[in-house]
Nanobody, 114 residues
């Protein structure tokens, strides 16, 4: 299993970013994919999850209405659109698969600061 996240960066409050995760090493489409984040000194937090066929989508309370998760099974990819970013969204963002929930990639850093 390999999950490679990208798309993070430094953005001002109110700005937007799009995160990307490309998966390999397993059959992508049946499995729930999720985005988690971990801020410095805090535990890992579930941000959003999406079922294999995109029928079921869930968001953490802190990001509802601002973030959007999507996936493209043909490209073995899952995305996270981050809008209306706040300083408290600053964290390392990770994608995760129900195929191997114990596996974590390197993550991508999102920093929201003026």
């Amino acid at each position: 299993v390999q999950l490679v996240e990208s798309g993070g960066g430094l953005v001002e409050p109110g700005g937007s970013l799009r995160l990307y995760c490309v998966a390999s090493g397993f059959t992508f489409w049946p499995y729930v994919m999720s985005w988690y984040r971990q801020a410095a000194g805090k535990g890992r937090e579930l941000v959003a999850s999406i079922s294999g066929g995109s029928q079921i989508i869930n968001y953490g309370d802190s990001v509802k209405g601002r973030f959007t998760i999507s996936r493209d099974n043909a490209k073995n990819s899952v995305y996270l659109q981050l809008n209306s970013l706040k300083p408290e969204d600053t964290a390392v963002y990770y994608c995760n698969t129900d195929f191997r929930p114990d596996y974590w990639g390197q993550g991508t850093q999102v920093t929201v600061s003026s």
